[in-house]
């Protein structure tokens, strides 16, 4: 299966706190993509690390990958309530033509 | 602007009707696909296209049906519904494939089907 397993499934913490998320994988792949879902709302692309990428940063949003490991993590700092969302990996293996989607990690940040 | 849009937004349908879930993106993007959203199953795949004329089956294809006559537009229609297809159905793009590319998505089309 080239689809991610997001750990934990739910994850809640208090206003500007960090968050952790995993993501697990079986497969080589060329690259790695994170997404966050608001509630009611599509995904929107949070970042992409290729496989040659050990860590990468956006804003509060920090990224590691693990290839010999088959994992990924995503860490937000300094958390705000409007990044309560669900997150969702994607790991892309060479020549995929579609993306498969575990179930993602539900975050929420309380005030 | 207006990126990758979805109609309609809702929908409530009887069982064994036909209904057409519209999408249509204005980058060119050659790539195009849908997804269905529902409480433990997370998304699912159900068809996704290369380009114009080419279409693939994804996870879930089974009461569907697709077609991409044109590169922005990449409608779903559920032939003969039914109340198991009662999900939020979202429409993507890409530009290229997957390969170092985003995947859009758009907001989303909540069906019910009664």
């Known amino acids: 299966s080239q689809q991610g397993e997001e750990d934990p499934q739910a994850l809640s913490i208090q206003e500007g706190e960090n968050a952790t998320m995993n993501c697990s994988y079986k497969t080589s792949i060329n690259n790695l993509q994170w997404y966050r879902q608001n509630s009611g709302r599509g995904l929107v692309h949070l970042i992409l690390?290729?496989?040659?990428?050990r860590e990468k940063h956006s804003g509060r949003l920090r990224v590691t990958l693990d290839t010999s490991k088959k994992s990924s993590s995503l860490l937000i700092t300094a958390s705000r309530a409007a990044d309560t969302a669900s997150y969702f990996c994607a790991p892309i293996i060479q020549g995929a033509q579609k993306l498969v989607f575990g179930q993602g990690t539900r975050l929420t940040i309380n005030p | 602007d207006a990126g990758i849009t979805q109609s309609p937004r809702y929908k409530i349908t009887e069982t064994g009707r036909q209904v057409t879930l519209m999408c249509h993106q204005t980058?060119?993007?050659?790539?195009m696909f849908w997804y269905r959203q529902d409480l433990g199953h997370g998304l699912r795949l159900i068809y996704y296209s290369a380009a114009a004329d080419i279409t693939d089956k994804g996870e879930v294809p089974d009461g569907y049906v697709v077609s991409r006559s044109k590169t922005e537009n990449f409608p779903l229609t559920l032939e003969s519904a039914t109340r198991s297809q009662t999900s939020v159905y979202f429409c993507?793009?890409?530009?290229?494939?997957?390969?170092?590319?985003?995947?859009?998505f758009g907001e989303g089309s909540w069906l019910t089907v009664v």
């Open positions: 980058w060119s993007h050659s790539y």
């Open positions: 993507a793009s890409s530009e290229q494939g997957l390969f170092g590319n985003t995947i859009y």
């Open positions: 690390i290729r496989s040659n990428e």
